[in-house]
């Protein structure tokens, strides 16, 4: 279901007047974001996954023994809701904590060879979700500039 489809229906069903928010910017986003991330849930239900641990085990991949905080961070996750995050990724055995070597107080996370594994599976499942958004945007080029002025936002 596309976002304005959805939006149609939503407004359909309940006769609300959205005008004053036709060009809210925040209305906007939250509104794409939902369907970004109904369309990637229904993409990946079968593999149980959701977009968060998608992300943390992409990450590791390139950032093997990141702080555990580094990592959070980075994906706009607070540190108390991360651990819950992490603990889940662990218990699948996707992903390993260990104490830094620079600092025993920091929890570090490597992704495990089974991890690995996991998202060569998610990749081709990715691949075409990322690519089905390319093609509802128009392209490449339209894509690069939604990124650019998403990046202004919070950069």
């Given at each position: ?20 928010m036709?060009?809210a ?26 977009p ?20 959070a961070?980075?994906?706009?996750i ?32 490597h ?11 998610l990749?081709?499942i ?14 490449e ?6 990124i ?8």
């Amino acid at each position: 279901m596309t976002d304005d489809h959805a939006e149609k229906v939503a407004q359909g069903a309940s006769k609300i007047d959205f005008s004053m928010m036709e060009d809210a910017v925040g209305y906007r986003l939250r509104r794409a974001q939902l369907a970004v991330f109904q369309h990637f849930n229904e993409s990946f239900s079968a593999k149980g996954l959701r977009p968060t641990d998608f992300a943390v085990l992409l990450l590791l991949t390139r950032n093997q023994g990141a702080k555990q905080s580094e990592v959070a961070e980075a994906l706009g996750i607070q540190r108390a809701n991360f651990v819950a995050i992490v603990d889940g990724l662990e218990n699948k055995g996707f992903v390993v904590r260990r104490k830094s070597e620079v600092d025993r107080r920091v929890q570090a996370l490597h992704i495990t060879d089974a991890g690995l594994a996991y998202l060569d599976e998610l990749m081709p499942i990715w691949r075409e979700h990322e690519e089905r958004l390319l093609a509802q945007l128009g392209g490449e080029q339209v894509r690069d500039q939604l990124i650019g002025l998403l990046k202004r936002l919070y950069d």
